[in-house]
């Protein structure tokens, strides 16, 4: 009788970085990667498409210094990659929550080091513009769809953090609440401000390349070391 040395499948789903410790790092990311699209990319947004509606508005109110079209963009190859992380999401959600994440992950590794690519070949070439929102835009979309499907509590997405604060409060004992969750919450408060403080010094002082190259980075490392495990 041939004995199956193979571990069973939960403990394959439990090596690597728990997703908690994996979502606070993607905070940190989306940070970085709206910095660069504000600053750097004309005044808009990639990874928080709540401030991009009102930046739309803005625009086309003729605010200087923002653009329908940018805007535009970006929020159109956010909604295509929010599709296609919906269908990853279809196609694998009966199995391996750990290649579940680590699939989407890599893909959004490859979208955004196509963009630091860009970037580092015509740094501060306007005809970048473009690809470089519709690439983070795209990458961001496919990892909210995917962050929202994984359903890890307290952590719904890693882009906005409207609802994160108001959990954190009401739910805080000064809210009457018991305070469930609230480690996470403003961990995720802390790791979204460390990333956009980060990603705006990179911006300022050496351009999109170094931030979008360390996004990528980042993302590969989740990439290839997340668990399927909260």
């Not at 803005?58 to 190859?77: C, R």
Request: glycine share 12%; aromatic share 6%; hydrophobic share 50%.
């Amino acid at each position: 009788m041939v004995q199956n040395d193979d571990p069973p499948s939960y403990d394959r789903e439990a090596r690597g970085v728990r997703l908690v410790a994996v979502l606070l790092g993607l905070t940190v990311v989306s940070g970085l990667i709206d910095a660069v699209s504000y600053l750097a990319l004309g005044h808009v947004f990639t990874a928080n498409m709540t401030g991009n509606v009102v930046v739309l508005g803005f625009a086309a109110a003729g605010a200087p210094g923002f653009s329908v079209a940018h805007t535009l963009t970006s929020l159109g190859a956010f909604v295509v990659g929010a599709m296609a992380g919906g269908r990853i999401a279809v196609r694998m959600d009966t199995g391996s929550r750990r290649t579940w994440a680590r699939v989407s992950l890599g893909a959004e590794a490859l979208l955004v080091g196509v963009a630091a690519v860009i970037a580092f070949a015509a740094p501060g070439d306007h005809a970048t513009t473009y690809p470089l929102i519709a690439l983070t835009a795209f990458a961001m979309g496919l990892r909210n769809a995917t962050v929202r499907k994984l359903k890890v509590s307290n952590f719904s997405t890693t882009t906005v953090l409207t609802m994160t604060l108001t959990g954190l409060i009401a739910d805080s004992v000064a809210g009457d609440g018991a305070g469930p969750g609230s480690l996470r919450r403003a961990s995720a408060v802390v790791a979204m401000a460390s990333g956009a403080c980060l990603g705006a010094w990179l911006t300022l002082h050496h351009g999109a390349r170094y931030p979008l190259l360390l996004a990528a980075l980042a993302a590969g490392v989740f990439a290839l070391t997340a668990s399927g495990r909260e």
